[in-house]
């Protein structure tokens, strides 16, 4: 087991895909880290150097990960509302905010598009 | 008083029993004699079609039960797929079968004949990976090898390397290439059995597509030269094979220091136990490599060493799979970019043996690099053919400067590395031989007629080896390729009785 921003990860996992665990990391993240610190896109959390792992974490700590990140996205729509534009208004509305049809099949946006939006 | 009575249960009761009301006449019972009509018409009532439903079939998925049991090993898998049998108890044994020796390898006569490798040798040639899983040794009682033309002069040149005469301590270059199936790999095979039986030492890359599929970890160098990586566990395999394959190694002493390993190499340490710190540490298996590759090619001691000095062995070198070193890795460089194979420090070690440089010599002790292409795995690389066909004119003679000289597609896109990997310059040592390319073609009848007469032997071909027959079977084997033949020789088994 490693630890890695205050998540642990079995030693059997792969990097690429427990990088993609945080909120905010995705493919092209994942493959710029490993690029960044030499790890092989194979490699396993177990196999990791210590050196690396301390690198990857300070890398990820200097990221807009996580709650920052989902906090940052919350203010934008926050901000839409405040100003009174349209796409503040269909998200408060719970409707689709980037002209989509409505006369079916808004679920996504119903169930998602709010004030406090679901991330 | 509470009544222990409950008036809500009573009200759910049930009417009444099925069983106790008088048997109603229902359409089944009344139709006991005529059945059709009357099945069919209560089985469409029960069951029409409701409002736009469809009316096709559908079939319910069944649901599979979750599996129970455990998967492999980790491990496990790959061990079964990467499996080597090398004899088959139900095959007949050959009893006047020669075996691979000193004398049996240069012998001309027994060209086209079927030689065995000797059993103490499988070790060996297991430990470098000689032995690949598709070839077909699983079907005789143990692994031989057929003698042809390239086998002998392959062998000539072993046994002039290893001798006294002016041939000694020469370094022989060949690219093995040829069309699919026609034995490059066993080619390398049969250069390994003559390099252990003469005792050389042995240096082998099986599979040369690993190295550049990111599957091994990299790291660069150091940081003066951050763009250059090694790969410490491909390093420490490939020392852990020599290690396993050359017993002379443990006979022979260091013969000077070594700088960048963990500990001093103190003076009387084998070449095995340096070796072996490399295996054990990965993190300095390349220093290990280097320390141990300039021990093999060390003609004296360094002051201090000479206590115990032996003259280094020739060396064999052999790549398989050339193809795929010749492009970019998969590996990606700081910048996200990928990595060129040529940037590994692996790879380019092994690239830079075909040309040393002037004065320079690739294998000092003499030796022999065989670098084998692959057809059945290899990438499609324009400029590796191109470059091969520059081996091949240069070879025969014509300068770079000649119209007739090959030179890459102006409008294709053209890798100048590839190019310049195979473009020696400058004067090579005296005993450096030039960089030669060897193309394996189909067998010669003879050694056909040789080839199938040991399926006929081992009892897998029944059939009365006539030269017309043999000869079908030539034109049918695309010219006598030993791949195809093969095939023929294990298939016609149940064609015949």
Known sequence: MVFILGVNFPERNLVKKSLETFFGVGKIHSTRLLARFHVHPTCKIGELANKQVLDIQAALSEMKIENDLRRQVLDNIKRLKETGTYRGRRHALGLPVRGQRTRTQTKTAVKLNRMERRL | ?497
Not at chain 2, 30 to 57: E, I
Not at chain 2, 88 to 116: C, F, Q
Not at chain 2, 236 to 254: C, G, I, W
Not at chain 2, 309 to 314: A, G, N, T
């Open chain 2, 1 to 497: 008083m509470v009544s222990s009575f409950c008036w809500g249960c009573l009200t759910r009761l049930p009417s009444a029993p099925r069983a106790l009301l008088p048997p109603t006449l229902t359409a089944q019972r009344v139709a006991a004699f005529h059945t059709s009509t009357a099945l069919l018409a209560a089985k469409k009532g029960a069951s029409a079609p409701k409002y736009r439903q469809g009316t096709s079939m559908t079939m319910k998925k069944k649901k599979r039960p979750a599996e129970r049991t455990r998967p492999p090993a980790v491990g496990e898998r790959k061990a079964l797929r990467k499996r080597i049998v090398l004899s088959n108890p139900n095959a007949l044994e050959i009893p006047d079968m020669k075996e691979v020796s000193n004398e049996t390898m240069v012998d001309s006569r027994l060209r086209g004949s079927v030689l065995g490798l000797p059993v103490p040798m499988l070790d060996q040639l297991r430990a470098v990976q000689a032995f690949q899983p598709k070839q077909g040794w699983s079907i005789f009682r143990r692994p031989g090898t057929v003698v042809r033309r390239e086998t002998l002069e392959i062998a000539r040149l072993i046994d002039g390397i290893s001798g006294e005469g002016e041939e000694k301590g020469k370094v022989v270059k060949k690219i093995v290439s040829g069309a699919r199936a026609t034995g490059k790999t066993v080619h390398l095979l049969q250069a390994m059995s003559m390099a252990f039986t003469k005792e050389w030492v042995v240096i082998t890359v099986p599979d040369s597509q690993e190295l550049v599929t990111a599957t091994t970890a990299y790291a660069p160098l150091s940081d003066e030269n951050p763009n250059v990586y090694v790969q410490p566990e491909a390093t420490a395999a490939l020392l852990s094979r020599t290690v396993t394959a050359n017993p002379v190694l443990s006979k022979l002493k260091v013969s000077r220091e070594h700088t960048g390993l963990k500990a001093p190499v103190p003076a009387g340490t084998t070449l095995e136990d340096l070796a072996k710190m490399g295996i054990k540490d990965p993190a300095v298996s390349w220093n290990a490599f280097q320390a141990l590759w300039a021990e093999l090619g060390a003609k004296s001691a360094a002051p201090g060493f000479e206590k115990g000095f032996q003259p280094r062995p020739p060396m064999l070198v052999t790549v398989d799979g050339i193809a795929h070193w010749m492009k970019e890795s998969k590996y990606n460089n700081v910048d996200v970019q990928p990595i060129h194979a040529h940037d590994l420090l692996f790879v380019r070690h092994f690239l830079s043996l075909l040309k040393p440089g002037t004065g320079q010599s690739s294998l000092p002790n003499g030796g022999m690099l065989l670098y084998a292409t692959s057809a059945s795995n290899s990438p499609t690389i324009p400029t590796l053919d191109v470059a091969l066909k520059q081996v091949a004119a240069r070879q025969a003679g014509v300068r770079p400067s000649a119209p007739e000289f090959p030179h890459p597609d102006l409008y294709a896109k053209t890798d100048q590395r590839v190019l310049d990997a195979f473009d020696s310059y400058g004067l090579p040592a005296p005993k450096e031989g030039t960089l030669e390319l060897q193309t394996l073609a189909g067998l010669t009848r003879e050694e056909a007629r040789g080839y199938l007469e040991y399926f006929a032997h081992s009892g897998l071909l029944r059939e009365n080896l006539t030269d017309e027959w043999i000869g079908e079977k030539w034109s049918l084997a695309g010219g006598g390729v030993i791949g195809e033949l093969e095939r023929i020789g294990r298939r016609l088994r149940v064609n015949t009785a």
